[in-house]
């Protein structure tokens, strides 16, 4: 059996040291990235990264209702790389997102429209609304680099993850607890403009350019 286990770790050390493993960074969209690859033979190497955007957060309006709004993006992807002439490569995975923008309200005094119906707001009033983008999502792209050479090198990607994003909202206070004032179906004719733009964001696109180094 020890014999067996020496045998498995000699042969891992001599693959590892033929077709050595890279480390690169890049920056663009989805943000700032870190990853590492490890080749399998000269037309084919397996990598991950962790990339972000951060968290921004501003005002905007919508429909005579001002928000706070928060989004944020983090990712960790798992590709496979087929170079099909040079340093050219096909490029397919999975990434694994955290995608989310949220959007509050708060009464303040001032006049609130929500879904067509305006009343005065009162501080108690809070109306949240979250958009999410699916946790795990299908990468298919193009791209350069990664190639098996050592040293340092460039690399580009073009390319998307697939999939659609879903609205929610939470509401609560003096107005907008009252069914009465401010129906469901009000609440849905808000959302109803927020949810039809983002049915149209079916993909998170990735344009980065970076620097790789080869052991």
């Not at 989805?30 to 957060?57: E, H, I």
């Not at 944020?72 to 992807?77: I, K, S, Y």
């Amino acid at each position: 059996m020890i014999r067996q286990l020496l045998l498995v770790t000699l042969l891992t050390t001599g693959v590892a040291q033929a077709i050595a493993g890279e480390i690169y960074i890049g920056a663009g969209l989805p943000g700032v990235m870190l990853g590492y690859v490890q080749p399998l033979n000269p037309s084919f190497s397996l990598r991950g990264d962790w990339a972000t955007l951060g968290t921004l957060r501003k005002q905007t309006a919508e429909s005579g209702v001002n928000y706070d709004a928060e989004v944020g993006f983090n990712r960790a992807g798992l590709f496979a790389d087929w170079f099909y002439f040079g340093g050219l490569r096909f490029t397919g995975g999975l990434t694994f997102n955290n995608l989310k923008a949220n959007f509050v309200a708060q009464g303040n005094g001032s006049n609130f429209t929500i879904g067509g119906q305006t009343f005065v707001s009162d501080p108690s009033d809070r109306l949240n609304i979250s958009i999410k983008y699916p946790k795990t999502t299908p990468y298919l792209g193009l791209g350069y680099g990664h190639q098996a050479s050592t040293g340092f090198g460039v690399t580009f990607d073009i390319g998307a993850s697939f999939g659609t994003a879903t609205v929610s909202e939470t509401h609560s206070g003096l107005n907008l607890g009252n069914p009465a004032l401010v129906s469901q179906a009000n609440i849905d004719a808000e959302l109803a403009q927020l949810r039809d733009g983002v049915a149209k964001i079916q993909y998170i696109p990735q344009v980065s350019l970076g620097v790789n180094y080869r052991f």
